[in-house]
């Protein structure tokens, strides 16, 4: 009896971090979900209509806050959000996670797949909602589609999120070989480094006059939601030993 106790807290054990982890990634599948749905319905509402009140206030805000140097700057910033770089950083995200090629190999993959699926469904959206941009006039860089959610905010996003993730699965197999415990303070330095880029490249896209802010929120929504359902399904589908 006492053997089957034992195994029982083992398995226990074990299994212990996994439930919060899943339960937090819903959670924010739900929150995004909710905060989406919420957007879209106020952004479908008001698609014909008048342009939203802090969509306005935002944009007359930047056009009269935005120095050349600035500019340069925003101009970028945002460049880092689109083209090659994601689908780049992707890859080196799943290089990143795992010890041997084999894994690195499959894991890479694996992230160029999750983003180029969640850039469908985003585009997908964009193109069934069909939200017009602010006027050409006021742009400060190329753009081109429709504005909601934005493609800048929804990859940067995802882009870090697989970065963040990527560099804490790494961590912990590290403590784990080390038999540690505890939260790597590097690593929680990064992902909040990681998260000021994603903020960063949304926000350019506002200072450059190419997005409404409801645009840029919508796309770290979307982020979430994707990432929650990612990590939710790894964190279901696949073994620990895999994790």
Avoid: K
């Amino acid at each position: 009896m006492s053997g089957e106790t034992s195994a029982m807290e083992q398995t226990r054990s074990a299994e212990g971090p996994v439930a919060p982890r899943i339960r937090t990634a819903l959670g924010a599948v739900l929150i995004g979900v909710v905060g989406l749905l919420g957007l879209t319905a106020v952004v479908l509402t008001a698609r014909h209509g008048s342009v939203l009140p802090i969509d306005r206030a935002a944009h007359t805000w930047s056009l009269h806050h935005r120095p050349a140097a600035l500019v340069t700057v925003a101009r970028v910033v945002t460049a880092t959000g689109t083209g090659v770089f994601p689908y780049a950083a992707a890859a080196a995200a799943g290089l990143t996670a795992s010890r041997d090629i084999r894994h690195r190999l499959a894991y890479a993959a694996g992230a160029l797949a999750f983003l180029l699926l969640g850039q469908a469904l985003r585009f997908g959206l964009m193109e069934t909602i069909g939200r017009p941009r602010p006027a050409a006039g006021d742009w400060a860089t190329h753009a081109s589609g429709f504005a909601f959610p934005s493609g800048h905010a929804t990859t940067s996003a995802l882009m870090a999120g697989l970065l963040v993730a990527a560099i804490g699965h790494r961590a912990r197999l590290r403590r784990a070989r080390a038999a540690g415990s505890g939260r790597s303070n590097g690593t929680a330095a990064v992902a909040v480094l990681l998260g000021c880029w994603a903020a960063a490249v949304g926000m350019s896209r506002v200072l450059l006059g190419v997005h409404w802010v409801t645009d840029v929120v919508a796309g770290w929504l979307f982020a979430a939601v994707w990432l929650g359902l990612g990590a939710a399904l790894i964190r279901t589908a696949l073994p620990a030993h895999r994790r």
